[in-house]
């Protein structure tokens, strides 16, 4: 009898056979169509590739969505303009499929306790309110020509929810965290060639954006700069924070405002008047929070610190009085809400009327939080819609008809309802208190035996305390809540679970400086 083509009694002979014909059909194709589409052919093969390693790249995805997730990368050529991050998000969905299907008894070793849990289903409960929005209120693309707006909003939330179980289920190594969020901070300075590219220079160099997104505001910076001469950075605001970040992570506060003060200092104080110069005054409220958050968890006040920064604060903000008409005017625009400063007419007047518009939009969306009780109005909506007066030129009613609220909890009440604001609630609630106790945990390590790790998730906590209070008191953006929310509470929930492992493992060196010794 004659050898089989396919030996083989599972068949591998034949797979084998498969997978070599469709290289063939592929490198055929590839070949033919390469000079009329490359982008086409390098699509196939990126497609080709992240099937093949299906059942092992999640990890890989989880990693990538770390690291990016600070930066401007966008995916090029595509309409919507999507992050990077958030593409890794989505090809998230089927990898995990696979890596559950193909990995069951490490799925079934995970053991989510009773809050993570919770958690989960919270969010769930809340991906389930945006859908019911978008099959209730209908939803558009404008980007491929549909007639509402806000269809990127659902989709975007929808995939990164997925973030949190993403995280839990590739279980990074303390090592691995700290060198994908170090890459992460790194990333953040793409803004500032996005932003630079954009607002300094013309011609080919704007190309770049293909490439790179701009900051949020980037666009209406420069109008505002051809209008009042005033010239505002918003990349200067992200890269300041991730320098902060890492700064406050490589030591402990005691040690920043101690023995490495005349170095960590200066340094700290120049990234804060840097971010100041991108005209937010966002930074100087998450820095304070986080700054405050830090020292309490830290346990870094005692009665000479807390008389020797009381005296630096003083001394500090009777300076900044006395130059505050010298300063740049972006430095001006942020310090402005500072009672009785005096500050450039142009810089407060900007900042004034700013002020105004948002409590006008505000005043309009308290009235109809009622309305929109237990079904919101939801993200996509046609653009003249729901006008609440005949006039459609001003700010006010500009800014409430495309869901602009500048307020977390009223946006959350508006867009989503009742159902949705309590699942995102129930969700920031059972978060923080995994917080809490992850500081707790940490707390139990000798203060001169934590490691970075134990200092980063000190950070981490503090930054989760600052952001629910900057989005729901301050300035919060309904439509991006998940986006906001969803990896800062992973890696709150994947902090916790490291601490939860061998006690023995927190002592572990990751950096090279590091002395984990009593001193």
Known sequence: ????????????????WMIVVAACLFAIWAGATLADSPYMVFAGFAGLLYVGTLSVNARTLAWLVIALQPAALIVPFFPGRPFWWELCALLAWPSLLAYGLLNRQKIAELKFDRLERRALVALAGYIIVLVSLMLFRGVGFRAFGGGQMGGRFYVQQVILAVVPLLIIVADPSRRQLFWVTVVGWLMSLTYLVSDLAFSLTGGSMQRILFFFELPTDAINFVVGFE??????????????????????????????FGRYFFVAGPMMLGLLIMGLASGHRTLAVMVFTTLVSLSIFQRFWNPLRMIVGLCVVVAFTVTLYIVAEHLPLPVQRSISFLPGIEV????????????????GILELAVKDIPKYALLGRGFGMERLDLLPTDTVNDNVTTGYVNGIFYNGTLGLLLKTGLPGFICALIYIYIVSRIALELVRRVRQVPMDSQTWFDRFCYLVSAQWFSMVTFFYFLHGDASLWVQNFALPSALILICRRKQLGDPTEQLVKALPFENTQPN
Do not use: H
């Open 227 to 256: 209008v009042t001469g005033m010239w505002r950075f918003q990349s200067l605001w992200y890269v300041a924070a991730a320098g902060l970040a890492c700064i406050w992570t490589a030591a402990p506060l005691r040690d920043l």
């Open 344 to 359: 450039d007419p142009l810089a407060e007047r900007n900042a004034t009327d700013t002020i105004k518009d948002r409590i």
């Open 1 to 16: 009898m004659p050898p089989s083509l396919f030996p083989g009694a599972d068949g591998l002979g034949f797979r084998r």
